[in-house]
């Protein structure tokens, strides 16, 4: 077991000073509405806004793994390839750049697991809106297994998202399909009378 601190880089996410301006062209910024609650990218588009020259530290891009520190849901996701341009993540993210032999996919799945969410759990400080202190964060005990492992590990949690979803599609395919069905026959039964 190895502390979080030892094994990734922490950057606590830009703190805007006020109110972010949408700006066509602007800066893309990467805000907890595009990091979905279950550890997947959103499907909100990341916006671009008008921010001043932003240190490098701030920005993130694909492989760098993102950490919902406030909120009800306290969870990671890498940015994959689907993030083509690096974007500035705004607090309340926190930026986690895995170091030499550890894998992002398999840290975003490790900070995704009941384990984990516990230890969140017994470290969460605020009433109003729930916060994981960086110290709670920086402490956490993550397992190391070689890499091939969290290659493995990694892989078979993408896979199983992936079958989630399918699943879910599916079910709502096969919803409209009976809904379909049942109102065409009550269609059907109403001109028969």
């Not at 083509?84 to 993540?89: G, K, L, N, Q, Y």
């Amino acid at each position: 077991m190895e502390k979080l601190k030892n094994i990734a880089d922490i950057q606590i996410g830009y703190s805007a000073r006020g109110r972010l301006e949408p700006m066509p062209g602007g800066v893309p910024a990467i805000q907890l509405r595009n990091i979905a609650p279950d550890g997947g990218p959103s499907s909100e588009p990341v916006e671009r806004f008008r921010l001043d020259e932003i240190p490098q530290r701030y920005w993130a891009g694909s492989g760098d793994v993102l950490f919902r520190s406030r909120g009800d849901s306290n969870t990671a996701a890498v940015l994959g390839d689907n993030y083509s341009e690096p974007a500035v993540a705004v607090m309340p993210l926190v930026i986690l750049r895995a170091k030499d032999g550890i894998l992002p996919g398999y840290l975003a799945w490790y900070l995704n697991q009941p384990e984990a969410q516990r230890h969140f759990d017994r470290g969460a400080r605020g009433t109003g809106i729930r916060m994981i202190p960086m110290s709670c964060l920086s402490i956490l005990e993550v397992p190391v297994p070689d890499i091939t492992t969290q290659r493995a590990i990694a892989i078979v949690d993408g896979l199983a998202k992936h079958e989630f979803e399918l699943a879910s599609y599916l079910a709502e395919k096969r919803r409209q399909l009976i809904s379909a069905a049942l109102l065409r026959g009550a269609r059907e039964e109403a001109r028969r009378k």
